[in-house]
């Protein structure tokens, strides 16, 4: 393959990267479609390829698809096992963030959503919301019809819509909550969390990384008690975690987020929505393997002090 073929592949790759992990939520895995992609790219007959950025996008587009579509997925997609991979405020594979669409397609809260989308409405919605492209090119991409596109892209945007527990809010309004919310977690202070939760507050975790299933928490109270028990010191919490992190506030996939650290390395997440200057979702991660490129990115990172430790 000659260089400017390489080069053309490569000046799209971040788009198509931003493409797949939106589609799988999974960093490793949109690396993986991509680079699928150039070995298609690379056996192409090329010469027949009129838009190469249009055929490059359905390719790794098809790719997610059948991935999604895979036995191991579905099983996950049903039992809501899955949580989608934070990725560090500044990460390429973030992709496109000019409208409240787009910064909202990839944020935790929306990414999880999806898992509940089946692989086409998942991918119709992102092509729509979060890269613009119009019906017509949606339904040549997904091999259906533009009614078909429309209607698929109608059903996505209302089961998120349903679900979504966060407003649009100014970083800094929505940095201030979330630091009095650890705030009041790591005093202690139970009530005052009930305070800053909204009344149809969620919370997902993966349960520290050893839960078979995603866990799901609703009420303010419920919510509150099982976040003043993760903040509470205990022997065994510092072993799992090999020592006594420190939490960073920072932006994740967009929203606010606290980070635990433990001698430079991640060990867990949490990512906040805000409504009405009050917490309404929140999204714990802490299994390894949904660590692996924010802490890649945490190495050359520079964070301000932490906010707070635990354990």
């Not at 007959?45 to 997925?73: F, G, M, N, Y």
């Not at 979060?130 to 892209?153: M, N, R």
């Not at 003043?228 to 919490?237: M, V």
Request: glycine content about 8%; hydrophobic content about 45%; some cysteine.
């Amino acid at each position: 393959m000659d260089t400017a073929a390489i080069d053309r592949f490569e000046a799209g790759r971040g788009r198509l990267a931003s493409l797949a992990y939106r589609l799988l939520g999974s960093a490793a895995d949109a690396e993986d479609a991509v680079q699928d992609a150039f070995l298609r790219w690379q056996a192409a007959d090329r010469d027949h390829i009129e838009v190469p950025e249009a055929w490059l996008t359905k390719v790794v587009t098809h790719l997610c698809l059948d991935r999604l579509r895979s036995a191991q997925a579905r099983h996950e997609r049903a039992a809501g096992d899955r949580l989608p991979e934070p990725l560090l405020e500044g990460d390429p594979m973030l992709g496109p963030a000019e409208t409240v669409e787009q910064r909202e397609s990839v944020s935790l809260a929306v990414l999880t959503l999806m898992e509940r989308l089946s692989p086409v409405e998942r991918a119709a919605y992102v092509l729509r919301e979060a890269f613009a492209y119009p019906h017509a090119e949606i339904a040549g991409i997904l091999d259906i019809t533009e009614s078909a596109s429309q209607q698929h892209v109608h059903r996505a945007r209302r089961r998120v819509a349903a679900e979504r527990r966060g407003d649009p809010v100014d970083p800094a309004t929505a940095r201030k909550v979330v630091e009095e919310f650890l705030a009041a977690a790591t005093s202690g202070r139970t009530e005052r969390l009930v305070e800053l939760l909204t009344a149809d507050a969620i919370a997902v975790s993966d349960g520290a990384g050893l839960a078979r299933r995603l866990l799901r928490y609703r009420t303010p109270e419920r919510i509150a008690s099982l976040v003043r028990a993760g903040f509470r010191p205990t022997a065994a919490k510092r072993r799992m975690a090999g020592g006594n992190p420190t939490m960073h506030l920072t932006l994740l996939n967009g929203s606010p987020a606290v980070v635990a650290v433990v001698e430079g390395r991640v060990v867990g997440a949490v990512a906040f929505e805000v409504a009405g200057g009050k917490v309404a979702y929140m999204c714990g991660v802490a299994a390894a393997h949904r660590l692996g490129r924010l802490n890649e990115a945490w190495r050359r990172y520079e964070p301000g002090a932490p906010i707070a430790s635990a354990w």
